[in-house]
């Protein structure tokens, strides 16, 4: 049984197949206490709440204690879960245990604030196979008065243990998820977004560790499943606790809670390993795989596409996009887009955000005249949209000037030279509905690539009452996935891109209603490698959309071999920015090899398990392997620069993932060769590469 509860206190373990978290409802300190997270332990009898005593008036019992949801009230003065005002004054939350449900291993315990009729429910769910626990909390107001809600995270995780490793990503405009490892000392460490978006500088997750490697050590894992203002607390307690608290962003955020309204907080999923950090990003990729990207998609391989952003930027017209498509055709291509500045008055990035309809100058015959060209020749269409922005120069803005956020007596500040709408009010959210709606209906497009190029400022929207003000970054994200989701219902077989400046919107929550992201917009090779392995950890692979552009590469200015670039786009959702009407036949030729390649090998990139076996961060080479069913396999390798001119061009690396008894067949561009299972992950094969941005790829079969 996954689920255990010991009745008379109740006790409650929750058992995946290697690992056991477990808690319970302690009805001397009114409290919920955790227990144990950790190692899979079988009979919940076993367990029973250790005895807690004040150490002084300053050392509360509930500061010392691990509680699995801490109301703040009492004499608590840690990070609390949930935080409210009563239409008294009182700002003070004393729970009662009500009752528990196991149902479909899913545990819910209800709660009740001891006078008020605040209810709080919190859920469990554990997918067994995967050992990834699901916690969420409900809250519902049977009072007869408003309830201000000032803080609601969705779950805390603890650790009786501290000198822990903190694992993270930092990042900005095309530079994101950079990862990093830090020691965590008493106090607290805080991740958070206030931008309106996850943002590009952090990602709502956490990662514990002490020792762990990719392959071994104990790692704590767990994500929030929210596209906007998120927090991470973790907090290392004076009593040798490591806590770690997640949610909604309590910074300039209240909800008003009515009477008769539930509000429920975002997901997290949480998961701990004995098996270093590559078992916990394997088990997130396939936990996302399975049961939280679009189901319409999820079991399809994403297709390989041909975008000219980076090569044209606003300067398209129909004739030059029926070129391209006509090259993209011939070279394998498979979904043809265009991105930013076919609608409005779009010519660069000053005016025309808000009217979404063809550009008569750039499509005089409208949209079909392209799509009808890209369908004829094979490919599906795809389009770029920022449905929450408005430019000043538009025809909406001029119509609607009061649709954006802002303040009384402020001037609102763009940035892009554009503002945000007011995601809040329901005829905005009703006019893009209908606005990308009739796009969809009116042409034959199979994708569509949502952006969201600046954060939110000025966050003020007059149609919210004054108290309802800062729950204003709550609703915007709920906005979003409103729209997307009305759009996706209508048109169930568009796939959908998420993009915020590139990856500034890759989290769970979005990953619920979008298909991929766009993971950067630095699309040079040799800093992808960097961003994909961060994305890595906790992302999956089939959402992680990577590019091969031309060169000298327009942010960083780097010039990268063509091999290079493909094989660092190859280890994700291959796409193409490349000019091609500048290519060469040979260049085109080569490409079109490339995306050959690929396609042989995309279902093991896009569906198997990933192994970072060796990181430029600490390495002279980057290598990533994919492995399905241990059958298949794609091994990639990198090397940066040379070093010396003495044996480093010869590496010995050891594979991963394969059967050791099995036989495999290891083709590489020049060589053929077999080799056992046991060899190639216990005494590895030899790999060559001398020189500046070499790389490779070898495909390994199973007989
Ligand atoms: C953002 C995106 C890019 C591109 C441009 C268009 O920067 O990340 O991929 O779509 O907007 O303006």
């Known amino acids: 049984m996954s689920i255990q509860v010991h009745k008379k206190t109740p006790i409650f373990l929750i058992n995946g197949e290697k690992s056991s978290y477990v808690f319970g409802w302690d009805a001397k300190f009114q409290a919920l206490r955790h227990i144990y997270w950790d190692k899979r332990v079988s009979n919940v009898k076993d367990f029973e709440f250790l005895p807690l005593k004040e150490l002084s008036a300053n050392e509360s019992e509930w500061d010392i204690m691990m509680e699995d949801y801490a109301p703040w009230g009492g004499r608590r003065y840690k990070t609390p879960c949930i935080k409210a005002t009563f239409a008294d004054g009182t700002r003070d939350i004393v729970f009662e245990f009500l009752k528990y449900e196991i149902r479909d291993n899913i545990l819910t315990v209800y709660l009740k604030d001891r006078h008020y009729n605040f209810f709080i429910t919190l859920y469990y769910q554990i997918i067994e196979k995967l050992d990834i626990l699901s916690r969420w909390v409900e809250i519902e107001n049977k009072e007869s008065n408003d309830i201000i809600i000032e803080n609601l995270y969705s779950a805390a995780f603890h650790v009786p243990e501290i000198g822990m490793d903190s694992t993270q990503v930092k990042g900005y405009w095309a530079g994101e998820q950079q990862l990093f490892t830090e020691r965590l000392f008493p106090g607290r460490k805080i991740f958070e977004s206030r931008k309106g978006t996850t943002s590009h500088n952090h990602s709502p997750y956490f990662i514990l560790s002490k020792n762990a490697t990719e392959y071994e050590g104990e790692v704590y894992f767990g994500v929030l499943a929210y596209s906007g203002n998120f927090k991470v607390s973790i907090d290392v307690s004076q009593y040798d606790i490591t806590s770690v608290t997640l949610g909604i962003n309590d910074f300039d955020f209240t909800y008003r809670l009515k009477p008769g309204e539930k509000f429920t907080a975002p997901k997290a999923y949480a998961g701990y390993s004995t098996e270093g950090f590559s078992d916990m990003s394997n088990r997130m990729n396939q936990f996302a795989l399975e049961y939280i990207l679009p189901k319409e998609n999820s079991g399809k391989l994403r297709k390989i596409l041909y975008n000219s952003w980076e090569a044209t930027e606003f300067n398209i017209s129909v004739d030059q996009q029926i070129k391209l498509a006509k090259i993209a055709a011939e070279i394998g291509i498979e979904l043809f887009v265009v991105d930013d500045g076919w609608f409005g008055g779009r010519n660069s990035d000053s005016a025309g955000l808000g009217d979404w309809y063809p550009n008569k100058e750039k499509f005089p015959n409208s949209l079909s005249e392209l799509i009808?060209?890209?369908?004829?020749?094979?490919?599906?269409?795809?389009?770029?949209?920022?449905?929450?922005?408005?430019?000043?120069?538009?025809?909406?803005?001029?119509?609607?000037?009061?649709?954006?956020?802002?303040?009384?007596?402020?001037?609102?500040?763009?940035?892009?030279?554009?503002?945000?709408?007011?995601?809040?009010?329901?005829?905005?959210?009703?006019?893009?509905?209908?606005?990308?709606?009739?796009?969809?209906?009116?042409?034959?497009?199979?994708?569509?690539?949502?952006?969201?190029?600046?954060?939110?400022?000025?966050?003020?929207?007059?149609?919210?009452?004054?108290?309802?003000?800062?729950?204003?970054?709550?609703?915007?994200?709920?906005?979003?996935?409103?729209?997307?989701?009305?759009?996706?219902?209508?048109?169930?077989?568009?796939?959908?891109?998420?993009?915020?400046?590139?990856?500034?919107?890759?989290?769970?929550?979005?990953?619920?209603?979008?298909?991929?992201?766009?993971?950067?917009?630095?699309?040079?090779?040799?800093?992808?490698?960097?961003?994909?392995?961060?994305?890595?950890?906790?992302?999956?692979?089939?959402?992680?959309?990577?590019?091969?552009?031309?060169?000298?590469?327009?942010?960083?200015?780097?010039?990268?071999?063509?091999?290079?670039?493909?094989?660092?786009?190859?280890?994700?959702?291959?796409?193409?920015?490349?000019?091609?009407?500048?290519?060469?036949?040979?260049?085109?030729?080569?490409?079109?090899?490339?995306?050959?390649?690929?396609?042989?090998?995309?279902?093991?990139?896009?569906?198997?398990?990933?192994?970072?076996?060796?990181?430029?961060?600490?390495?002279?080479?980057?290598?990533?392997?994919?492995?399905?069913?241990?059958?298949?396999?794609?091994?990639?390798?990198?090397?940066?620069?040379?070093?010396?001119?003495?044996?480093?061009?010869?590496?010995?690396?050891?594979?991963?993932?394969?059967?050791?008894?099995?036989?495999?067949?290891?083709?590489?561009?020049?060589?053929?060769?077999?080799?056992?299972?046991?060899?190639?992950?216990?005494?590895?094969?030899?790999?060559?590469?001398i020189g500046d941005y070499q790389s490779q790829i070898l495909k390994i079969q199973a007989k």
């Open 372 to 689: 009808k060209k890209v369908n004829d020749l094979g490919m599906d269409f795809g389009i770029w949209v920022e449905p929450e922005m408005v430019s000043p120069d538009s025809n909406l803005y001029r119509l609607h000037p009061d649709w954006i956020y802002n303040f009384p007596n402020r001037d609102p500040t763009t940035a892009r030279n554009q503002l945000v709408l007011n995601l809040t009010r329901d005829e905005v959210q009703e006019y893009l509905i209908s606005a990308l709606d009739k796009l969809l209906e009116e042409n034959n497009i199979a994708f569509l690539k949502w952006d969201m190029n600046r954060p939110i400022s000025e966050p003020g929207a007059l149609n919210l009452d004054r108290i309802d003000q800062k729950s204003l970054w709550y609703r915007h994200t709920q906005a979003v996935f409103n729209i997307v989701g009305a759009l996706r219902r209508n048109h169930p077989n568009v796939v959908f891109e998420g993009c915020s400046s590139g990856g500034g919107r890759v989290d769970y929550g979005a990953l619920e209603h979008f298909d991929q992201f766009w993971t950067s917009d630095n699309t040079d090779a040799l800093d992808r490698l960097y961003i994909q392995e961060g994305y890595s950890v906790m992302y999956p692979i089939k959402a992680m959309c990577a590019w091969v552009t031309d060169v000298p590469n327009c942010h960083t200015k780097k010039t990268t071999p063509l091999d290079f670039r493909f094989h660092c786009a190859m280890m994700g959702v291959l796409g193409l920015g490349i000019n091609l009407l500048k290519c060469s036949e040979e260049e085109l030729e080569m490409i079109k090899e490339k995306i050959k390649e690929y396609k042989e090998i995309r279902h093991v990139v896009q569906e198997g398990k990933l192994y970072r076996i060796s990181s430029l961060r600490k390495s002279e080479i980057h290598v990533v392997q994919y492995v399905l069913d241990e059958r298949e396999s794609v091994f990639f390798a990198f090397l940066k620069g040379q070093k010396y001119i003495s044996l480093p061009y010869q590496y010995t690396v050891k594979m991963k993932g394969l059967d050791p008894a099995v036989e495999y067949t290891i083709t590489g561009k020049d060589s053929k060769y077999k080799k056992n299972g046991d060899y190639l992950m216990n005494v590895g094969i030899n790999i060559y590469m």
